[in-house]
């Protein structure tokens, strides 16, 4: 069972940038997911990829803005934030999942990272 830990987060301005990382002892095969939570808010869908890039979704907040990438020699998943807004706030979880049908739901993982904190300041 592959286990994402995700180093990093941390606090920037508004209208910066963030790059966040998720790592495991491997990914291949995977399809990787983001996801983030605000205080006294659902889980939301920021987005995700499959094991061999042909699709990707992003959720309709950070289309244009974010980026997902994966590197599978180095067992390393993405997130490229940029134009942040301080909405953007929320602790944000990498997730895995064998299953590449379903990826914009939180149910279709089974492996979650332990989260890290994202603080957009205005």
């Known amino acids: 069972q592959v286990q994402p830990v995700e180093p990093g987060g941390g606090l920037v301005q508004a209208g910066g940038s963030l790059r966040l990382s998720c790592a495991a002892d491997?990914?291949?095969?995977?399809?990787m997911g983001w996801f983030r939570q605000a205080p006294g808010k659902e889980r939301e869908f920021v987005a995700a990829i499959n094991w061999d890039r042909s699709r990707i979704y992003y959720g309709d907040s950070v289309k244009a803005r974010f980026s997902i990438s994966r590197d599978d020699t180095m067992n390393t998943v993405y997130l490229q934030m940029n134009s942040l807004k301080p909405e953007d706030t929320a602790v944000y979880y990498c997730?895995?999942?064998?299953?590449?049908?379903?990826?914009?739901?939180?149910?279709?993982?089974?492996?979650w990272g332990q989260g890290t904190q994202v603080t957009v300041s205005s």
């Open positions: 491997t990914f291949s095969g995977y399809a």
């Open positions: 997730a895995a999942s064998t299953n590449d049908k379903y990826m914009v739901w939180s149910w279709n993982y089974a492996a």
